[in-house]
Nanobody, 124 residues
Framework: QVQLVESGGGLVQAGGSLRLSCAAS????????MGWFRRAPGKDREFVAT????????GYEESVKGRFTISRDNAKNTVYLQMNNLKPEDTAVYYC?????????????????WGQGTQVTVSS
């Protein structure tokens, strides 16, 4: 079955950086768009970033544009989220997700496989 395993979360001060990784197995990784979502305490899960199968068409939630970069390495079946200039409001559990198809999307309904999440905490 499909497995998505996130890593790279942790505690960082405001202004710092983290790089999240998501290792995928059990799917044809290079044929799927991938995405990152997050859920902050007391809030609904929200879209963060998405990327097409061959690295094109990246899309971002407005508040992370210019600070976060999504990328992927199809040879390693891994998608990344580079997060710079982190802010306390970025504190959340971050989830990796595999889309049903090749089209990048911000709607969670477009994704059918999810990781367990990795905690990111940004202190002020």
């Amino acid at each position: 079955q499909v497995q998505l395993v996130e890593s790279g979360g942790g505690l960082v001060q405001a202004g710092g950086s983290l790089r999240l990784s998501c290792a995928a197995s059990g799917l044809t990784f290079s044929s799927r768009a991938m995405g990152w979502f997050r859920r902050a305490p007391g809030k609904d899960r929200e879209f963060v970033a998405t990327i097409a199968p061959y690295g094109g068409r990246p899309g971002y939630e407005e508040s992370v544009k210019g600070r976060f970069t999504i990328s992927r390495d199809n040879a390693k079946n891994t998608v990344y989220l580079q997060m710079n200039n982190l802010k306390p409001e970025d504190t959340a559990v971050y989830y990796c997700a595999a889309a049903r198809g090749a089209w990048p999307a911000s709607a969670s309904s477009a994704y059918d496989s999810w990781g367990q999440g990795t905690q990111v905490t940004v202190s002020s």
